[in-house]
């Protein structure tokens, strides 16, 4: 059985980005007109913004910036290229004394019907323990967890494997008010696309979670970090097949 993608997430955590106090609303008009976000909360701690169509979210205050993607279908490429226009406009618009860490973490999914058949497959993905665990207590195992952490450099890589039960898939759709103008229309339209994206048929499966991080990053462009997360998961997807 294959992975699926299931999510991708972006977060950039920079010191002294104090001036979102003052210039977050510019840099929100800038999203709004030249990346078609839309804005869907903004207060003294933090602003929300969304682009519905493509599943993504977008969230920034005085101390990070957060891009996440659900279901997304195009390798990233729509994602990762919007990580890059955010994390240039907080720059351009707060001037921060420097960026802490980025980090772009993937999940994908095996999906079963029945969590009994999630938890056994998982038993299957890997046995390297140097002792059976399962000798040792004098039980069978009933599921396996893989969590693990890797270092290179600047890098740091934390592998996570396991299986999950979507318990609530909520789909949540939105009415135009009566007399609703032509904005508020075209707005209620693009925040129910987001629902359509929505996969509902989930009910069981086990989920890989990889996440990437580089302290006191290089000023590169975040495409390569990306694509370093994605060879990184091809690579363990190859080796864990779930069967």
């Not at 510019?26 to 030249?34: G, T």
């Not at 599921?143 to 999950?164: K, T």
């Not at 696309?193 to 069981?204: M, V, W």
């Amino acid at each position: 059985m294959n992975w699926e993608p299931f999510s991708l997430h972006f977060k950039q955590v920079y010191d002294g980005g104090y001036r979102y106090l003052d210039h977050c609303g510019e840099l929100m008009v800038v999203a709004e007109e030249k990346l078609n976000l839309l804005s869907d909360e903004v207060n003294p701690t933090g602003c929300k913004m969304s682009l519905p169509e493509s599943g993504i979210g977008v969230v920034l205050g005085t101390t990070e910036l957060t891009v996440t993607q659900e279901f997304y279908r195009d390798d990233g490429a729509e994602f990762v290229e919007l990580c890059q226009s955010m994390a240039d406009l907080v720059w351009n618009s707060f001037r921060p004394r420097h960026v802490e860490s980025n980090g772009f973490a993937s999940k994908a999914y095996c999906p079963f019907t029945t969590s009994e058949g999630a938890m056994a497959a998982s038993l299957r993905l890997s046995n390297e323990e140097p002792v059976d665990l399962s000798r040792v207590v004098d039980m069978p195992a009933r599921q396996r967890n893989i969590d693990s952490y890797f270092e290179a450099g600047s890098l740091d890589l934390h592998l996570q494997i396991h299986p999950v039960t979507f318990q609530s898939m909520t789909v949540q759709r939105h009415t135009a008010p009566p007399k609703a103008t032509e904005a508020q229309k075209r707005r209620i339209e693009r925040l129910n696309k987001k629902a359509d994206r929505l996969n509902t048929s989930l009910r069981h499966g086990i989920m890989m979670e990889l996440d990437l991080i580089e302290a006191n990053p290089p000023t590169v462009p975040l495409v390569a970090h990306y694509e370093l997360l994605r060879q990184k998961e091809e690579a363990l997807q190859l080796r864990m097949v779930v069967s």
